[in-house]
Each structure stands twice: as structure tokens, then as C-alpha cells.
């Protein structure tokens, strides 16, 4: 059986223009920064924590925060240039890590010059049948325009244009050819998936190994990436019983999520994690911060490919806010190098580092299902199987020790137990991985 390299993946997820510390704003007459490069000096860091891949938020020109794309040819001018570009490929293929883009293909910024011409130039505009326009009878101008969520700022894309396809495809083989490994596609879920079915084969023609997750928030996960021909999408579903079921000592939701995580393994391996550039940090999610382990241990040990949001790794705090800059908190520059980093962060650092080595170790924990062996609201015990392949995790959120029933275990792998007679006993607040 082939396998393909996004099958042993683990990603570091980080968000360029918040990292770098950029301005909100593209300046006018902008001059390039090369602030890219700011990043080379925390590949090392991200090899340590253990990951195999970057995926990378958005780097195209933009207004903005990057999902408002101007070009998706050029490096944001305050990121850097081409150049840029490569020198960050160069070093993170150096050190075996793989590069994920953030393609926004939904729609695009208010300012994207075909947008513009098409306005001037009325219906019969070559660069009109890229939008979704309503012309006024009249013919007067503008028209309206179909927005992604009603942000004006955000043009959606007319899918059922040939021409959108065909510039989809250009841009995702261009970068491929720039030496990028896989493409996240934003806001998946609003284009539908017979689009996606006619790029992607395009695509994987000259790139076989793509790795291609689309953002995928509600609905039928499974069938979304079948009918699309994406590897994954992103497991909002686990994302939200992992942080909900831990701080509201309701293991009984994280059970039911994993059960529902199971079925979609029967058909991908979906994308998992506790944090990402959208969401408020795991570290600020909790009613208890020593529960956090607990949210990683899950992440860590269940099926599909994990990603972890930068920060998140020092155990950051941050609260997303619905209002203008309200995504800022989650999105903030890192230091010049990890030396200057605070001290309190790197304890959760090297609980990282304990979870990927023991997934690392596991690779087939990538395809692995999940049985429950005892469950409580406040504690857990289940195992995670893969033909002969067999861990056992358990988790107590109570205040006192309990006694778990595990089977046949020979060792603690990970976290701390007492081992018995095919059970384990968890300190309170206490967890273990055995093997």
C-alpha cells in the first residue's frame, strides 16, 4: 500500500501576518518588508516541539487580514516578496518540514482589480462572469454583489464560471511549483463541492502528493470529501467536545464526538485540533488550566492529523471578540527568537513534546478508532486500536484518585498511573497513556 507523506504529518499552524507583527492595513505605496524570514528563525523551534509541517495562514496580497486578496501571485508586501518566499521553503524542506498554504478561493477582497474592471466595464466585461453580479435594469452602475457572510469588503467568486476554475487551478499549481507541499481551502464549506471535483484532478495531475484539507465547519463531513476529492476537512465537530466535555467535567460529550470521529475515519482522516486562528485559545477555553493536558492528551491520541495553533504550545491565552480587531488576541506577534519567551510557557512546551513523541512513535494512531472501556462525567478510559496496534488513554478530572479498568497494559507511556491487576489508578487531575 503507498503511502503518502501527509500521513505521518503534524502541524504547527500559524497565522504570517499577526506572527510577524505586521500593520493591520496594507500602506498605501507599500514598500516590502521582508518579515518573512522572521519565521527561519523559529523553524528549529518547530522541529523540536516535533511537528513535520507548517501550515501557513495567509500570505497572498491583501487589504488586510489576509482574506481579502488582491493577488494571488505576489507575497503581501508586508510579509516580504518572492524571494522571501523561497528562502522559507528552502529552510523548511532543509529540516524535513512540509509547507501547507492557505488558499482563499471563496471570494476575494474588494480591491482585487478584476473586481474593479468588471464594475467600469459593465456586463459584457471579460472579468464580469468571475463574480456573481446583479446588474440593474436600467444598466446603471454598480451592481450588487454576492459577499462571503455579508462583508462587503469580501467578494465571493462565481464557482460555476469556468474562468474561476481555471484561475483556482493557475494559482494553486503555481505555488506547488514554488515548492509548497498542500493547499488548506478556506471557507470550503461555501463552494460547493462539483468545484472543487473539477480543480482538484487538474491539480493532482502534476502534483499527486498534494495534501488538499478544506475548512469545513457544519454538515456532512464525509461526504463533502468524497464528493469534492479533498483528503480531509477540519474536525470542528471534536474541536468543540474536546474544550466543552473538559471544562465542564462532561466526559459523556467527548465519548459521543469520538464515537461520531470514529465514522468519519471510515472514510478520511480528518483534520484535528484544540486552536486555531479563528477560535478562542484552548488555554482561555477551560474552567481549569490543569486541565489542558487533558484537551492535548485527546488531540494527540485519537485518529487524524493533528495541528497545533502557535501559541498554544506555551499555553497563550487569548479570547476572540466579534468586533473590529477582535481577532487580534489570538493573532499575536512572536518574539524575535524562543529565547524570549516568557519562562512559564515552556512546561506546556514539553507536554508537546511528550505527545507528539508518543503519536510519532505511533504513526498508525493516524487511521486508529476509539472504544470507551469506562466512563464517568469526571473520568475516562478508552483505547485506540489499529489491527494489533493498542494504546490505552485514560483521563480524570475529578479532585480525588480513581481506580480505571484498562485491559492488558504493560507500561505507562506518557503522563502518570499506578498499575494494577488490568486496572490503573489516576491521581486527581491526572492522566496516562499506556501501552
Given at each position: 500500500m503507498t503511502t503518502t507523506w501527509h500521513e505521518h504529518?503534524?502541524?504547527?499552524?500559524?497565522?504570517?501576518?499577526?506572527?510577524?507583527?505586521a500593520e493591520p492595513v496594507l500602506p498605501e505605496g507599500a514598500v516590502v518588508?521582508?518579515?518573512?524570514?522572521?519565521?527561519?528563525?523559529?523553524?528549529d523551534y518547530a522541529v523540536e516541539l516535533g511537528v513535520s509541517g507548517l501550515l501557513l495562514g495567509p500570505i497572498f496580497t491583501s487589504h488586510s487580514h489576509g482574506y481579502d486578496t488582491i493577488d494571488y501571485f505576489t507575497i503581501d508586501p508586508r510579509l516580504g516578496d518572492r524571494a522571501d518566499f523561497d528562502a522559507l521553503v528552502a529552510a523548511a524542506h532543509e529540516r524535513g518540514l512540509k509547507i501547507v498554504l492557505d488558499g482563499v478561493f471563496n471570494h476575494v477582497g474588494s480591491r482585487y482589480p478584476a473586481f474593479l474592471t468588471a464594475l467600469d466595464g459593465g456586463p459584457a466585461d471579460h472579468d464580469a462572469d468571475?463574480?456573481?453580479?446583479?446588474?440593474?435594469?436600467?444598466?446603471?452602475?454598480p451592481p450588487e454583489y454576492a459577499t462571503f457572510e455579508g462583508h462587503q469588503g469580501l467578494?465571493?467568486?462565481?464557482?460555476?464560471?469556468?474562468?474561476?476554475?481555471?484561475?483556482?487551478?493557475?494559482?494553486?499549481?503555481?505555488w506547488l511549483r514554488a515548492g509548497a507541499d498542500g493547499w488548506r481551502l478556506d471557507a470550503a464549506y461555501a463552494v460547493p463541492p462539483a468545484f472543487w471535483a473539477s480543480v482538484l484532478p487538474v491539480v493532482r495531475a502534476e502534483f499527486p502528493d498534494v495534501y488538499v484539507v478544506g475548512e469545513v465547519i457544519h454538515g456532512d463531513y464525509a461526504e463533502i470529501v468524497t464528493t469534492s476529492g479533498m483528503d480531509a476537512v477540519t474536525q470542528y465537530e471534536l474541536w468543540k467536545a474536546i474544550w466543552s466535555a473538559v471544562s465542564d467535567r462532561n466526559l459523556y460529550e467527548l465519548a459521543h464526538a469520538l464515537g461520531r470521529h470514529d465514522g468519519f475515519l471510515e472514510t478520511f482522516a480528518p483534520m484535528t485540533f484544540v486552536g486555531n486562528h479563528d477560535v478562542t485559545r484552548i488555554a482561555s477555553r477551560l474552567s481549569y488550566?490543569?486541565?489542558?493536558?487533558?484537551?492535548?492528551?485527546?488531540?494527540?491520541?485519537?485518529?487524524?492529523?493533528?495541528?497545533?495553533?502557535?501559541?498554544?504550545?506555551?499555553?497563550?491565552?487569548?479570547?476572540?471578540?466579534e468586533r473590529l480587531g477582535g481577532d487580534d488576541a489570538i493573532r499575536p506577534p512572536f518574539p524575535a527568537s524562543p529565547d524570549d519567551l516568557p519562562l512559564t510557557g515552556w512546561p506546556v512546551y514539553a507536554v508537546h513534546q511528550e505527545l507528539i513523541g508518543v503519536r510519532r512513535r505511533h504513526p498508525w494512531l493516524h487511521r486508529a478508532r476509539t472504544?470507551?472501556?469506562?466512563?464517568?462525567?469526571?473520568?475516562?478510559?478508552?483505547e485506540v486500536t489499529a489491527g494489533a496496534e493498542r494504546l490505552v488513554v485514560v483521563l480524570n478530572l475529578a479532585g480525588e484518585p480513581v481506580d480505571l479498568p484498562v485491559g492488558e497494559v504493560g507500561e505507562v507511556m506518557a503522563g502518570a498511573a499506578q498499575l494494577g491487576e488490568a486496572t490503573a489508578r489516576l491521581t486527581a487531575n491526572g492522566w496516562a497513556i499506556l501501552h
Open positions: 504529518a503534524i502541524f504547527w499552524h500559524v497565522y504570517p501576518l499577526g506572527f510577524v507583527g518588508e521582508h518579515r518573512l524570514r522572521h519565521l527561519i528563525g523559529w523553524l468571475l463574480f456573481r453580479l446583479t446588474w440593474p435594469d436600467d444598466g446603471a452602475r467578494v465571493a467568486l462565481n464557482h460555476a464560471a469556468p474562468a474561476v476554475a481555471e484561475l483556482v487551478t493557475e494559482v494553486m499549481r503555481y488550566r490543569r486541565h489542558l493536558e487533558h484537551a492535548l492528551v485527546v488531540l494527540f491520541t485519537v485518529g487524524g492529523t493533528p495541528s497545533v495553533y502557535y501559541g498554544d504550545e506555551q499555553g497563550l491565552e487569548g479570547i476572540k471578540e472504544t470507551v472501556l469506562e466512563l464517568a462525567n469526571e473520568w475516562m478510559a478508552y
